[in-house]
């Protein structure tokens, strides 16, 4: 990014709350504030059942903990020393003010989130690309 060479930035996500805050893989958010900082457009595209429209914003998402064995112990034995204390969250949340649009099968949903997200949630139709038939 730093060089130029890369113009926009394009994650997946595991849940978006209903304002656009999005949890994705650890290093997500990291990648959102780089991206922000070298003005790149940073995407979120998933499908709408990662909407949990109940919740009103990332801090309600529960980020699972992994062990901490991840990161004290490589090859079968222990790396760190005795009485390290670890947080190994599994996810982050990158906040929707990072996030330029919101790509599902639904179509494309932009600031704000709290309508854009809710309006596909209210669509009826459900909107799948067309398979091609195979001719013998």
């Keep these: 990014m730093k060089q130029g060479k890369i113009n926009k930035v394009l994650i997946g996500a ?3 709350a209903s304002n656009g805050d999005t949890a994705n893989k650890v290093g997500s958010y990291n990648l959102a504030l780089l991206a922000s900082a070298h003005k790149s457009p940073f995407y979120v595209a998933a499908p709408t059942s990662t909407l949990d429209l109940s919740l009103a914003s990332g801090e309600e ?3 699972e903990e992994r062990d ?3 990161v004290t112990h490589g090859f079968g034995k222990c790396i760190a020393p005795r009485g390290t204390r670890v947080y190994c969250p599994a996810f982050d949340v ?3 003010r990072l996030i330029t649009a ?3 099968e ?3 949903a932009y600031p704000p989130f709290a309508k854009s997200l809710s309006d596909f949630r ?3 139709s459900d909107i799948r690309p ?3 038939e195979c001719k013998t």
């Design 130 to 132: 067309k398979m091609l």
């Design 14 to 16: 595991d849940r978006i």
């Design 94 to 96: 990158t906040p929707a």
């Design 61 to 63: 998402i529960p980020i």
């Design 122 to 124: 209210l669509q009826t």
């Design 68 to 70: 901490s064995k991840e």
């Design 102 to 104: 919101i790509i599902t």
């Design 106 to 108: 639904k179509g494309i």
